[in-house]
């Protein structure tokens, strides 16, 4: 079985990870959404294989802090993104660091990738394509900056 976490907290600092894939939603019906979730099994058994975990939070539970929301996604209006599927390389810890007003800064090799499904799958099969893809890269270990659907 995959590495399936419903809370950041769920993962603990020291435990480190090639990628995050973060699946970003409202938890309402709709058919991307649907197709993601309905995935999700799949998804969690070639993260077990791939160094990767899966984020995804329990349907209905909204997410928020300075970049992420249901509300809004780096300053955009969330209904031009959601749902979306997020990789990164970088520890979910580091995000909730990142806006400390008392942060040093440093340069960071992490990247991060954010793909709206509306704008790259027109159905459930597009869906289930893309997340083929995205562990096809992650198995080749492409930085996500890299990544076929980037």
Request: aromatic share 8%.
């Amino acid at each position: 079985m995959g590495l399936h976490v419903h809370s950041l907290g769920e993962i603990p600092t020291g435990a480190g990870r090639a990628y995050y894939v973060y699946l970003l939603d409202y938890g309402w019906e709709e058919p991307l959404g649907d197709a993601v979730r309905v995935n999700l099994p799949h998804m969690t058994d070639m993260a077990s294989s791939s160094n990767a975990v899966i984020v995804h939070g329990p349907r209905g539970v909204h997410f928020e802090d300075e970049v992420l929301s249901w509300h809004r996604v780096n300053g955009q209006d969330a209904k031009d993104i959601l749902p979306a599927i997020l990789i990164t390389t970088r520890h979910p810890s580091t995000f909730r660091e990142s806006f400390e007003l008392k942060r040093t800064r440093k340069e960071s090799r992490d990247t991060l990738l954010l793909i709206p499904l509306r704008k790259v799958c027109k159905s459930a099969e597009d869906v289930v394509q893309l997340i083929q893809r995205v562990f096809v890269d992650i198995k080749e270990k492409k930085r996500p900056s890299k990544f076929r659907t980037a």
